[in-house]
């Protein structure tokens, strides 16, 4: 397996202000990180980019595709059903964490997301992708 540090890792967030934390934790952790607004857009990215290795982080409560339907998506496409994807979750809302399961993401963080949570929580995908 590649170092784990070679993995590129698409942020899906449309608030401005967790999406430059989860970069700041992402860039402190030494791991490349491309950012997308919606969806729609993180489709796009990774249909263009299916032969890097990625994983996305996606906030779930988005407009238009939210991140358990994106994650539906990426899991029901053959070329990106691979790619990982941690949620960012809402505290106040239990129902997100269910919809984390049933959408079959791979992990999920509560946001705005603790640094060793989501690093914890990354570190541990590549693993068992390692070990897979």
Do not use: W
């Amino acid at each position: 397996m590649k170092d784990e540090k070679d993995f590129e890792i698409l942020v899906v967030e449309d608030n401005q202000i967790i999406a430059t934390e989860v970069d700041r934790i992402l860039k402190k952790g030494g791991y490349r990180s491309s950012s997308v607004r919606k969806g729609k857009e993180a489709i796009d990215y990774l249909n263009r980019n299916k032969n890097k290795s990625m994983i996305v982080i996606s906030d779930i409560d988005m407009p238009e595709i939210d991140g358990s339907q994106l994650c539906q998506q990426i899991k029901a496409n053959s070329d990106l059903e691979e790619i990982p994807v941690i949620l960012l979750v809402s505290l106040s809302s239990p129902d997100d964490i269910i919809k984390c399961f049933q959408c079959g993401a791979d992990s999920f963080v509560h946001k705005p997301p603790d640094e060793q949570a989501l690093l914890s929580r990354i570190h541990s995908i590549l693993k068992n992708n390692e070990i897979r």
